[in-house]
């Protein structure tokens, strides 16, 4: 199984799941742009294969994501403004690094800071 990602002015509009068989050739190795010419002939649009274990265009492929052709990558949306992006892996790194004590903790924009997330209970 194979999976391919629609492009729309460079957002990530669907990702769906496509057959081995519809993605290989003649000797059944698979090639991407067949699987893309398949999805296309299905859905029309511009599709990228992206991949769950990161090793194909950085980044597993989701709704939202933008697709930056000149990296070849798929990057998530930025979570804050503050946040950077790291172009070896295309994820968004806080301008602090997450504590390491094994508390849970969310960001804080306001201030720049991880603020420890205590959950409440009823």
Known sequence: ?????????????????VGNADT?????????????AFCERLFGGDWKQTSYNGNMRKNYAGIGFTFDES?????????????TLVES???WT???????DGKTYTWDEPTLTWIEFIEETP
């Open 94 to 100: 806080a301008p602090v690094t997450y504590p390491t």
């Open 89 to 91: 892996t295309c994820q």
């Open 71 to 83: 990296r070849n990558a798929f990057i998530p949306p930025q979570p804050y403004p503050s946040w």
């Open 1 to 17: 199984m194979a999976h391919f990602a629609k492009i729309e002015n460079g957002i990530v509009t669907q990702v769906i799941v």
């Open 24 to 36: 290989a050739n003649a000797d059944g190795v698979e090639k991407e742009y067949i699987g893309a």
